[in-house]
């Protein structure tokens, strides 16, 4: 027990802080760039592509479909070879594709490099939120903090998009200036993934430095094995009420990610105001770690889900029933500070319930129904705000599925004791 309440004595609590935040960069590239970085070329790709917004809301449908098959592939790929190579072969695709974006003008080929990024970003994604996990059990009183820094690192990906964008955009030749702004996010994935290197290196030691200790430690502990948490396997109906949740937060965040800022456009925001949201929101996400760290340690239930949910709600709604500049940046930063912390509180719930053997199964599964509500969003979002009612009746639309996932998350007990 000793070992899974302080950090190893060879990695200082300082250095495990760094490893949780150069690990981040792995969530930068998969969400804060890769998938979120599309809200602030959606608005300038339309007008020039005359797409509709069902057509503009597919490219994120299939980026999450592509999420999904990646989601689906991960664990599979988990058993040839460790999670450190799959998230640097993930961050070298992603950052592949997101450069080939620039290069087509037809839906079809775009539609394409979406699909295959969203694959390329689970691969990242879940592995980097196992190898999370896997830090913060060398120092659980603060696991939550370490949890939070690795999600967070979307925030970073976030607010640099927010500034890049915008400045290629004004600065790049006329016509399709958005191409070059692929091309520039894509050299931001390739640097991310160069620093991604040195946390992956140093995980793949400990786990040799573990597998060589084990012969002499595991005899020991071999009757709480038996007796605890590490004798436990994943069922899908154990965590049924928290799945059920989360699949409505992927239905209902990624709209708000999505069109919100094509609604502030369309209010009447200028550009500078819209760079100061969306980086707003980022550093919010950022942020997020420390806030909900306590939180996140304390419920082994769905509690911190359904809160989450409840307000990530509330941020979701306020641009659409009202276009006062305060409220729209309240939402934002509101948004920012809660909604990666509900991807983080589905892998603090693994965590608490179930031994470190069974958290990849759990984290995928996770990422499976996430992946499955990320198709439904988009499109009809983009659906609902081709009629009557716009972009303001979709987000009504997302809101309301958020908070039907809290209900649902609110269901969900502890499995059982997890110490």
Request: aromatic share 10%; glycine share 12%; proline share 5%.
């Amino acid at each position: 027990m000793p070992a899974a309440l302080h950090p190893s004595p060879s990695v200082s609590r300082t250095q495990l802080l760094w490893l949780a935040l150069a690990l981040s960069m792995g969530a930068a590239v998969s969400l804060g760039i890769t998938r979120f970085a599309y809200a602030l070329l959606l608005p300038p790709m339309r007008a020039d592509l005359g797409w509709s917004y069902t057509l503009a809301g597919a490219m994120n449908t299939v980026n999450a479909l592509g999420y999904l098959l990646g989601a689906l592939a991960t664990p599979l790929l988990l058993r040839r070879g460790p999670p450190g190579a799959l998230m640097l072969v993930g961050a070298v695709l992603a950052t592949l594709f997101m450069g080939l974006c620039g290069f087509f003008l037809e839906a079809a080929p775009l539609l394409l490099q979406r699909l295959l990024a969203g694959v390329a970003s689970a691969f990242m994604f879940i592995t980097g939120g196992l190898m999370a996990a896997r830090l913060g059990a060398l120092d659980a009183p603060r696991s939550g903090l370490l949890l939070g820094l690795y999600y967070g690192g979307t925030g970073w990906g976030i607010s640099l998009s927010a500034l890049l964008v915008p400045a290629v955009l004004q600065a790049a030749p006329q016509p399709h200036a958005w191409t070059w702004a692929w091309w520039a996010l894509a050299l931001a994935c390739g640097a991310a993934t160069a620093l991604l290197v040195w946390p992956v290196r140093v995980l793949r030691r400990m786990d040799v430095v573990a597998a060589a200790a084990a012969p002499s430690t595991s005899a020991p502990a071999s009757a709480a094995v038996v007796a605890g948490v590490a004798a436990r396997v994943f069922k899908v109906r154990d965590f049924a009420p928290a799945l059920a949740g989360y699949a409505m937060f992927g239905v209902g965040y990624i709209g708000y990610m999505t069109f919100v800022v094509a609604l502030l456009r369309a209010q009447g925001v200028g550009g500078g105001a819209v760079t100061l949201f969306y980086a707003l929101l980022g550093l919010a996400v950022v942020l997020s770690s420390r806030i909900w760290a306590g939180l996140l340690d304390r419920q082994r239930g769905g509690g911190a889900l359904a809160r989450l949910n409840a307000l990530l709600g509330l941020a979701t709604v306020l641009p659409a029933l009202t276009s006062a500049w305060p409220v729209a940046l309240a939402s934002g930063l509101l948004f920012g500070g809660v909604f990666l912390s509900v991807v983080a509180s589905t892998t603090a719930l693994v965590r608490h319930n179930l031994p470190a053997s069974q958290w990849a199964a759990g984290i995928s599964a996770f990422t499976i129904v996430f992946a499955a509500g990320q198709i439904v969003g988009p499109t009809v979002v983009g659906w609902i705000a081709d009629g009557p009612g716009g972009l303001a009746r979709g987000l009504v639309f997302s809101a309301a599925a958020l908070w039907l996932g809290a209900l649902l998350a609110a269901r969900q007990k502890p499995i059982g004791d997890a110490e």
